[in-house]
Structures are given as C-alpha cells and as structure tokens.
C-alpha cells in the first residue's frame, strides 16, 4: 500500500511539472515554421541590438542615412516581439512579458529615431536590453 502511494504521488508531481508549475523551458523551435528559436536569436535580435548599440554610442546616429538605418534595426525586432508569440513559441508568461516589452521598447527606438531623438532612443533600448535579460535568465540553458 506505502508502494502504490508514492507512485502516485510521484505520478502527480510529474504531471504538475508537465503542466508548467515554474519556468517552462525554451520553445526550441515552432509548430509549423522551420526557424529555430536559436537562429531568430542569432539572425535577427543580436545582428539588430548590436546595429541599435553601435548607432547609439556617444553622440548617436551621424546623419540621416544613420537615423533610417536604426529605425529599421528597431522596426526588425519590434515585428521579432510579435513573432516570438506565435507558432505555438511562447513557452509561459516570463516569455511573454519579455516579448511585449521588446515589442514596447522597439517601438519607443522606432519612434525616437523617426524624431531624431536620441535620449529616448537608448532609453528604449535600454527597455529592449532588460527584455532580453529577463527571458534569458528564464529561458537560456546555463552553461
């Protein structure tokens, strides 16, 4: 009898785990569309945030060819926000709160670099970076 109730109580806390009591684990890859979880990471949010970083040093984009180059850096992964939400990606809440606030803090880059405006531009990348961080410290395999 001792046996048969801690296989169930072994049975239930496989099935709580299952069902997600804590962070899930990363969404490797989605439903349908081909492109892994890594290579969105790798092809569109590093390749963007670094382009957003290296416009946002010291005095900012140069000239006018450098202010519509980071609003598309910034429109890039203000569309990655809405991406990491579908195709069955979104793993738990952690996810999608770091997903909503990348989209936030791209728009707000979006939307300084079409002003020109470089002190809210980097303030919303700073929300983009802490975005990342959060869903990282969730998500990202420990090395």
Not at 12 to 18: E, F, M, P, T
Not at 72 to 78: E, M
Request: with cysteine.
């Amino acid at each position: 009898m001792a046996h048969r109730t801690w296989a169930v109580w072994v049975a239930a806390g496989v099935l709580l785990a299952s069902l997600g009591g804590g962070a899930a684990g990363q969404v490797v890859k989605g439903k349908t569309r081909p492109a892994a979880t890594k290579y969105l990471m790798r092809g569109i949010t590093q390749a963007h945030c670094k382009g957003i970083g290296e416009l946002l040093k010291e005095s900012g984009p140069a000239d006018d060819k450098a202010w519509e180059t980071l609003a598309c850096h910034a429109a890039c992964l203000n569309e990655l926000s809405a991406a990491l939400m579908q195709d069955g990606r979104c793993p738990d809440g952690v996810w999608a709160g770091a997903a909503k606030s990348l989209g936030e803090g791209s728009a707000a880059v979006l939307a300084s670099a079409e002003k020109k405006d470089l002190d809210n531009a980097k303030a919303g990348f700073q929300k983009v970076t802490e975005s990342c961080k959060a869903c990282h410290d969730a998500h990202k395999p420990k090395k």
